[in-house]
């Protein structure tokens, strides 16, 4: 594809603003993998940078590859634990362990390692550090779904200009420029939802039946994937497969296509769970582990969980990404202008919410903030798209303000030290504040240890959120209003 636009002064067309967006995605991805992982054969050196659940996941991923099976038994009865990809002291999350017959289970599911193994065997046969493989590829795939959130975007309304600053705003922010380079299944089931939707709704013209039953597989092997990447996202498959009865509802070939990886998939889900934790239900490995699912029940524990995940200092969205405190207000544009489509992409969206609200974890563990609200980008790409789309030139003002402040925090974050990014209460120099701002830390509320204090303060960035979408919404109303008059 030539860019002929920039030398001729023309407007480029939607394909090759996408083109744009995808490679200065994939520029900042790429950046920040060089400051995390070394391209050469992995030391042990590397180990820093390598927490949380990914030895769990990469240690999966040799076992596939090396045994091929995902028994974990053997990668610590010989000795070579997490040697391959610079952690050789990495062991297994287990979820099942019985020593005298050899095999030991991870409490992870094997949809990412599944997808990563082939490019784990590719690094080992040519030398490079297996994790760098991997995650370059992820750099890929994280590219890949920036871009098909510009396309969301501009399906919601937004200019083509609008549509790429959101793109790479979502792109050059926390959560999605942290995760490009982790290994965890959330960014890529972020980009298979994006691809669904994208599926679904973005068809080119022409292709008759043919191009239908492509784009119904493509959205149902998507929705039949996600489960395999964690349980968690089942409910993504859910209103998926909602979307395609919808959408497919007058082709039987079509509703077959969509359906037909849905239904294999199950099965062989429940089956997998049978076989290996001696339940066919999702939640088999927690309790093969613990007894019970990390979930909390009740309304308070989950709208605190849904408070922290917006609001907390160190790990809330809003902290680090700011401008998406438009996202109430660009919901209800949005479903002004694609009700229907709206409706399929909030529904599952808010089950998954209050889901990930409800873990005991809901700040994800060990890692980096917000990787849990990653499969919410396509809703929130969707929603800010519809109030680019119909907001005041102030508002917008306002938008890349906070998106640009974003982005500076974010690679003023990765270039100082990944550490920073898991530490328990993150230090000012990743926060997004300035380190100079002492005062930040007296006014970012702590939801993890929720004292009256801590209450008080985070009920008045709730009000403050409340309130900036409330002003939007009826200035937005009020036109809309003058619109039908005049």
């Known amino acids: 594809m030539r860019l002929n636009f920039l030398k001729m002064g023309r407007p480029p067309t939607d394909r090759q603003t996408a083109l744009l967006v995808f490679l200065c995605a994939l520029a900042a991805f790429a950046w920040v993998t060089h400051r995390f992982i070394d391209i050469n054969t992995p030391h042990s050196d590397q180990s820093w940078n390598l927490t949380g659940d990914e030895p769990s996941y990469m240690l999966i991923c ?10 974990l038994f053997n990668d610590a009865s010989r000795g070579r634990k997490g040697s391959t990809f610079g952690c050789p002291s990495a062991g297994p999350h287990k979820a099942r362990v019985d020593i005298p017959n050899g095999r030991v289970y991870s409490i992870h599911s094997p949809g990412l390692p599944l997808i990563l193994s082939p490019v784990f065997a590719l690094a080992l046969k040519t030398g490079l550090t297996p994790r760098y493989a991997c995650v370059l590829f992820l750099n890929l795939l994280a590219a890949a779904g920036v871009t098909m959130l510009y396309g969301l975007a501009r399906h919601f309304g937004a200019s083509a200009r609008s549509a790429s600053g959101l793109a790479l705003a979502l792109g050059c922010s926390v959560p999605v420029l942290v995760y490009s380079s982790q290994i965890y299944p959330d960014l890529p089931a972020a980009v298979l939802l994006a691809a669904a939707y994208s599926a679904l709704w973005l068809p080119e013209e022409g292709g008759g039946m043919a191009r239908t039953l492509a784009r119904a597989a493509a959205a149902g092997c998507c929705a039949a994937w996600l489960p395999w990447m964690h349980i968690r996202l089942a409910v993504f498959s859910a209103g998926l497969a909602l979307a395609c009865a919808i959408e497919f509802r007058r082709s039987a070939a079509a509703l077959a296509a969509a359906f ?14 049978q076989r290996w934790y001696g339940s066919p239900w999702p939640n088999a490995a927690y309790i093969a582990q613990t007894g019970a699912a990390p979930v909390s029940a009740g309304l308070r524990p989950v709208l605190k969980g849904m408070a922290g995940i917006f609001f907390d200092g160190g790990r809330g969205l809003l902290f680090w990404a700011p401008f998406l405190v438009f996202v109430p207000a660009g919901l209800v544009m ?30 994800g563990g060990f890692c980096p903030p917000n990787r849990f609200v990653l499969p919410l980008m396509p809703l929130m790409a969707s929603a800010t798209a519809a109030f680019l789309a119909d907001s005041r030139k102030v508002h917008k003002s306002v938008f890349a303000a906070l998106a640009l402040a974003a982005a500076f925090f974010a690679f003023r974050g990765a270039a100082l030290d990944i550490n920073d990014f898991y530490s328990g209460r993150h230090t000012l120099e990743t926060r997004p504040l300035a380190d100079s701002a002492r005062w930040f830390g007296a006014i970012a509320p702590d939801v993890r240890n929720l004292s009256d204090r801590e209450l008080s303060v985070l009920l008045a ?25 005049r």
Do not use: E
Request: net charge positive; glycine share 2%; with cysteine.
């Open 62 to 71: 040799q076992s596939i590859v090396m045994d091929r099976d995902v028994n």
């Open 260 to 273: 037909a990886p849905l239904a294999v998939s199950c099965a062989c889900l429940m089956f997998f769970y």
């Open 334 to 363: 949005a479903a002004r202008r694609r009700p229907l489509r709206t409706a399929l992409l909030a529904a599952p969206a808010l089950a998954y919410l209050w889901a990930i609200s409800s873990f005991d974890s809901w700040w």
């Open 461 to 485: 960035w709730v009000a403050a959120a409340v309130w900036i979408n409330l002003r939007v919404f009826f200035r937005w109303g009020g036109r809309r209003a003058d619109a039908l008059q």
